[in-house]
């Protein structure tokens, strides 16, 4: 696959300025966030899994969000597996956050990803909710195995704490905040070398939906809108749709969300 260049330097200043103010969402959406979730996991056990594009049998490897683990995210995976891909998570049990140097434990996890799908003969898709979505986009700059594309779910790339309602989930599961530099926090930003896809919701009630959105500086980086809560994302029928469609993009031969299934329909 073609790739582009996505550097740290070449997030604009006023880019960066403007996520330091994106508030967190409201308390009224946090608090219906587990009505709206199981809603979605209904929807998504009586979806239509019929029509999508078929898979290549390429690694799809999906990160958790915070405090989740495999279980929360088997909707997804199990969605990719049905399509035709190899999709398995991360591996690596709950998702407490990272522990220690931040950039030696993501040095340590694409080390880990490298082995998990190092047997593999296709370059391999990264899909992370939440908190996960920025282990797959960091991740995406490290592995030195090939990268097919990184697709984000509900992802706060800014990096900042004060855009989210689970900080005191992070302390409980992690023991403290992180700390992240100035300069780590336009790392964040920055998207990977590779096609980069971010889904999020308006109606987001953990994660401020503005600091999803990536700085559209690349004909290869998208932001993706969809209506869903945030702990029900990984389930919501709307973003398996979106999931599909980026995952059928051949190496490559990469096109904007829709195109690949109107290509589909017109063949």
């Known amino acids: 696959m073609k790739k582009f260049t996505a550097l740290p330097d070449a997030v604009p200043d006023p880019v960066r300025a403007a996520a330091a103010f994106i508030p967190s969402p409201s308390w009224a959406l946090l608090g219906i966030e587990p009505l709206r979730a199981a809603m979605e996991y209904a929807s998504c056990r ?7 594009p078929p898979g290549d049998g390429h690694p799809v490897v999906v990160f958790p969000g915070l405090a989740a683990d495999a279980q929360s995210v088997a909707p997804l995976v199990g969605f990719c597996h049905g399509l035709g891909y190899a999709a398995r998570d991360w591996g690596r049990g709950v998702n407490t956050g990272p522990i ?19 047997d593999a003969h296709q ?22 195995l090939p990268v097919r594309q990184v697709v984000t779910i509900g992802t706060p790339i800014t990096g900042e704490a004060a855009q989210t309602n689970v900080s005191l989930l992070y302390r409980w599961v992690n023991g403290a905040l992180p700390v992240l530099e100035e300069a780590f926090k336009a790392r964040l930003i920055a998207a990977p070398p590779v096609p980069t896809t971010s889904i999020y919701s308006r ?9 999803c959105l990536q700085p559209e500086d690349h004909p ?15 389930w ?19 096109s904007p969300y829709g195109a690949t299934r109107e290509a589909i329909d017109n063949q």
């Open 220 to 234: 290869m980086i998208e932001n993706v809108e969809v209506d869903g809560s945030h702990c029900g994302l990984c």
């Open 123 to 144: 370059p391999v898709s990264l899909i992370g909710w939440s908190l996960g979505g920025i282990y797959a986009r960091e991740v995406a700059k490290r592995i030195a």
């Open 46 to 52: 009586l979806m239509d899994r019929s029509g999508h």
């Open 236 to 254: 919501n029928p709307a973003v398996l749709r979106v999931v599909a469609d980026r995952l059928a993009n051949r190496p490559g031969a990469w």
């Open 100 to 118: 220690g140097d931040i950039d030696l434990w993501l040095d340590a996890l694409a080390a880990d990803i490298e082995v998990l799908v190092g």
């Open 203 to 211: 109606s987001d009630g953990v994660v401020a939906w503005q600091a």
